[in-house]
Structures are given as C-alpha cells and as structure tokens.
T-cell receptor, first 116, second 115 residues
Framework: GAVVSQHPSWVICKSGTSVKIECRSL??????MFWYRQFPKQSLMLMAT?????????EQGVEKDKFLINHASLTLSTLTVTSAHPEDSSFYIC????????????FGPGTRLTVT | GENVEQHPSTLSVQEGDSAVIKCTYS??????FPWYKQELGKRPQLIID?????GEKKDQRIAVTLNKTAKHFSLHITETQPEDSAVYFC??????????????FGSGTQLTVLP
C-alpha cells in the first residue's frame, strides 16, 4: 500500500515552453501533497504544499506564477513549470500524506526535467 | 522556521562495521523525525522514524535515538552491508495530526560501505 506515482519520469523541453508533472496517490487519499526540487548531490527543498480544493502554499523564494500547482482531487496534484529555462532543470519529487492523519509522507519516483 | 543540520556529509565504513549519522534541529515544537534512504536517481525511502514521545526505536540493524533536551537525533546502522551504500536524509516535522506536517530535510550523508 501507500504508493505514489509521478508522470512523466523524465522530460526534455525547450526553453520557453511549459511542462506539466502529475503526482498521484494510487491506493490512498491525500488531502495534502508536497512538491520538492532536488539539485544534484543536494537535499530536497520544499517548493510548495498542495491542499485539495484550495490554493497551494509556496515556500519563500518560489514563484507561484512560474510553478503552478493544482490539487483538484484527493488523488491528483499537478505541477506546471511555465516558461521553463535551463536553470529550472532539476529532479522534481512529490510526496503525499495520507488523509487519515498519519505522519508518514510517501514519495513519488521523481521527474527529471531537462530544459535545453 | 525549522532548521535541520546533518553530519557528516560523507561517511565510509568497512563492511560489518557500524555507521552513525547525527542531526540537530532548531524548533523544540518538532515532534516527528523520519530518516530516508535515497539511491541515485530514485525516490527517498522511509527507513525508520521516531516521534517525540519515544527516546529510541529499533528495527533489525537500524536504530534511531532522540534527545529532545539537546534537540538532536541519530541514525545507527549496525553490521553494514554494501547495499546500505546510499544517501541518507534526516528530517523534522512540526504539527499535530491533521495538519500539513511539512518536512524540513537535513543536507544528507553519502554512506559508502566498503567490501
């Protein structure tokens, strides 16, 4: 149980285009999902907290107009990187917390974004 | 906000030896402390966690200790094996059941187990 999927697993896009990444909880409902960015050999940096049915909460320094987050259902959250630039190239990982109030976060497999 | 520091950044041990990774946190309100193992290009995997009402927890070769007074917690791996080689992250979380429980991660420790 407690499986989180992400799609796509990797994507290459041209500078200026937008990319959408999906995060799904497959066997549980998640009222809260989290989006992280991880650069090579670095830690996970929280970008935003996504709450079902409400606006996402962004961490300081993260542009909400550039990283659009939508959490339309209890099993799906999407992150759209708009007008991508090479510096947005990174490993994006989502996690989901079980709506039943458990402490654990379950991580998706990550999406490797490369902007050329 | 919460700040989590992790040491060492790299750790090499001989197979069969023990490995210890230490973390400190800043916010005394933190009450949940998970440890994750991440292999290259893969997702972080929860290996053990501890809550603030417990001082120690063990699961086979892995144990975690928590000192709330000093605000530090440690991961202990005994009888290390080459497959234990990975990056390990500690994390801390504030919040009660039902709240967002954002995790603040440490900077990671690259553990290498030498055969």
């Amino acid at each position: 149980g407690a499986v989180v999927s992400q799609h796509p697993s990797w994507v290459i896009c041209k500078s200026g285009t937008s990319v959408k990444i999906e995060c799904r909880s497959l066997d549980f409902q998640a009222t809260t999902m989290f989006w992280y960015r991880q650069f090579p050999k670095q830690s996970l940096m929280l970008m935003a907290t996504s709450n079902e049915g409400s606006k996402a909460t962004y961490e300081q320094g993260v542009e909400k107009d550039k990283f659009l987050i939508n959490h339309a259902s209890l099993t799906l959250s999407t992150l759209t990187v708009t007008s991508a630039h090479p510096e947005d190239s990174s490993f994006y990982i989502c996690s989901a917390r079980d709506a039943r109030g458990r402490s654990e976060q379950y991580f998706g497999p990550g999406t490797r974004l490369t902007v050329t | 906000g919460e700040n989590v520091e992790q040491h060492p950044s790299t750790l090499s041990v001989q197979e069969g030896d023990s490995a210890v990774i230490k973390c400190t946190y800043s916010d005394s309100a933190s009450n949940y402390f998970p440890w994750y193992k991440q292999e290259l290009g893969k997702r972080p995997q929860l290996i053990i966690d501890i809550r603030s009402n417990v001082g120690e927890k063990k699961d086979q070769r892995i144990a975690v200790t928590l000192n709330k007074t000093a605000k530090h917690f440690s991961l202990h791996i005994t009888e290390t094996q080459p497959e234990d080689s990975a990056v390990y992250f500690c994390a801390a979380s504030i919040g009660s059941s039902g709240s967002a429980r954002q995790l603040t991660f440490g900077s990671g420790t690259q553990l290498t187990v030498l055969p």
